[in-house]
């Protein structure tokens, strides 16, 4: 079962005032759960009257473990709710051309070609099974919207079937991929790719900044085309991409120490390992053999093995949980348990669960856990990854 509880972003953009644009500025609002849509209308109305010519989007957080924003397609623009994912290249939203049985095709927002003006076929098939997932569906081609940005003959993915695992369980209708062009399917240009190409941004630089601040409403932002480095404390550590595919750089190691007497050291990567920036979750994924160890030390116990975070931790003692440091060329940056523990309250009942999972690849994936208590830069045209402390 999943819960149905999540929290509403909303995101101001900077207007654009060149043919070759400042950064788009996405902040990020925290809002309360109570928060209804007429309520967030409201809200961008009196966004719009104090600061004039700035758009609004409206992102959703969902059980901390799913973070997505709303694009626009075609003419007249047909919305949807999306994950930008590090991990893809490719954009997809579910098809109206799902079948009746497309159970989880039909749980979200489907695109509908023959109501856009400004639609073009393509015609080129697609398809992915593995042991995470099965697409099928056809590519097309139409303008996309992203708060005041408008993306011209956008290649994507119409998908006719998504399978119920994950789909079924997620809040997003599709993804825009931010990952590197070689694994785009053939003849489609990655959306940031195509936002350089038309000269929208002056840089070829995206960059994720959340603010763990919880006393300020501001969560943070998303710039495409540039960064944001007043939000750093200290120098940026600079790292090489070490894929020609993905955003994976090298991790020196991973450090826990426990709290108790013992103040036990257990390190692992310890001759090194490549971890892959991921964007589109919260967790922290890695082979099954260290991730129970891990898991172990935490004392989490597994819970569902439906459940995308496989552990629970006990609510009464997270805060005395250990630190966790990862080593990135030889600098240290170290999460705290009071972030990276994910809380839930569900009929009145806490529920504390831990960010580290099995991944089915057997390989590394540092997501949200992480990256919400750091600054990163992704550089396309230098291949590397920034990342900085963030200021409080």
């Avoid at 944001?228 to 450090?255: A, C, Q």
């Avoid at 690849?361 to 900085?388: H, P, V």
């Amino acid at each position: 079962m999943f819960i149905n509880n999540f929290l509403l972003l909303i995101i101001t953009t900077s207007i654009i005032h060149h043919v070759i644009c400042d950064p788009l500025k996405i902040d990020l609002y925290n809002l309360q759960h109570d928060y209804t849509e007429e309520k967030l209308i409201k809200y961008d109305e009196v966004l719009h009257a104090s600061n004039p010519g700035y758009d609004t989007v409206v992102l959703y957080k969902f059980l901390n473990a799913e973070y997505y924003g709303e694009i626009g397609i075609g003419y007249p623009k047909q919305t949807f709710k999306v994950i930008f994912d590090t991990t893809w290249a490719d954009t997809f939203v579910p098809s109206q051309q799902c079948g009746f049985t497309e159970w989880a095709c039909m749980m979200h927002t489907r695109y509908d070609h023959t109501k856009s003006s400004t639609y073009r076929a393509n015609g080129a098939t697609f398809e992915r099974a593995d042991s995470e997932m099965s697409l099928k569906g056809f590519l097309s081609v139409d303008d996309f919207h992203l708060a005041h940005l408008k993306v011209v003959n956008q290649t994507f993915i119409e998908m006719t079937h998504l399978s119920l695992k994950p789909f079924g369980a997620t809040k997003a209708d599709g993804i825009v991929g931010l990952g590197f062009d070689s694994l785009a399917v053939k003849g489609a240009k990655p959306f940031f790719y195509n936002m350089i190409n038309q000269n929208i941004v002056k840089e070829n630089i995206f960059t994720f900044y959340m603010n763990i601040d919880e006393t300020t409403n501001k969560a943070g932002r998303l710039i495409l085309g540039g960064t944001e480095r007043s939000h750093v404390k200290g120098n940026l550590t600079f790292l090489p991409v070490t894929s020609k595919d993905y955003w994976s750089v090298s991790l020196d190691r991973m450090i826990i120490q426990t709290t108790d007497k013992s103040k036990t050291t257990y390190t692992f990567c310890d001759n090194g390992c490549s971890v892959m920036m991921d964007t589109s979750a919260n967790t922290i994924s890695g082979p099954a053999e260290v991730v129970k160890k891990i898991n172990n030390i935490l004392g989490a116990k597994e819970i569902l093995p439906t459940w995308p975070y496989k552990s629970m931790v006990d609510c009464r003692g997270f805060s005395k949980l250990p630190h966790v440091t990862f080593v990135f060329a030889g600098r240290n940056f170290t999460i705290e348990s009071k972030y990276y523990v994910q809380h839930l309250t569900y009929m009145g009942m806490q529920i504390c669960l831990s960010p580290f999972v099995i991944s089915p690849q057997n390989y590394w994936e540092i997501g949200g856990a992480f990256l919400m208590q750091f600054y990163t830069e992704f550089n396309i045209d230098k291949r590397t990854i920034a990342i900085g402390e963030t200021l409080m």
